[in-house]
Nanobody, 125 residues
Framework: QVQLVESGGGLVQAGGSLRLSCAAS????????MGWFRQAPGKEREFVAA????????SYTDSVKGRFTISRDNAKSTVYLQMNTLKPEDTGAYYC??????????????????WGKGTLVTVSS
């Protein structure tokens, strides 16, 4: 059974940094693309970043480009989200997710088969 466990959230002042981690188990991690999503209070869950199964390609939503970096360590079955220059609008629950199909790129939220329970990020102004 696939499990994704996020960690690293917390309270930070605007302009600060956090690094989120997502530890995966249950499938061969290196075969699957991974993504980070977030959900602010009262809003829908939105895409933040994704990384291919090989780690060679990444994608980001426009609002985090240049501030966030997604990476993965296949030996540790872990995906990371380094978040710099945080803004109050980055506040929300952050979820990692894993694609359904092996050796496929991120193709959208519907292509994600497994989700973690989330970690909360709060950015104060």
């Amino acid at each position: 059974q696939v499990q994704l466990v996020e960690s690293g959230g917390g309270l930070v002042q605007a302009g600060g940094s956090l690094r989120l981690s997502c530890a995966a188990s249950g499938r061969t991690f290196s075969m699957y693309a991974m993504g980070w999503f977030r959900q602010a209070p009262g809003k829908e869950r939105e895409f933040v970043a994704a990384i291919s199964w090989s780690g060679r390609s990444t994608s980001y939503t426009d609002s985090v480009k240049g501030r966030f970096t997604i990476s993965r360590d296949n030996a540790k079955s872990t995906v990371y989200l380094q978040m710099n220059t945080l803004k109050p609008e980055d506040t929300g629950a952050y979820y990692c997710a894993q694609t359904r199909t092996p050796y496929s790129d991120y193709v959208g939220r519907d292509g994600m088969a497994y989700w973690g329970k989330g970690t909360l990020v709060t950015v104060s102004s």
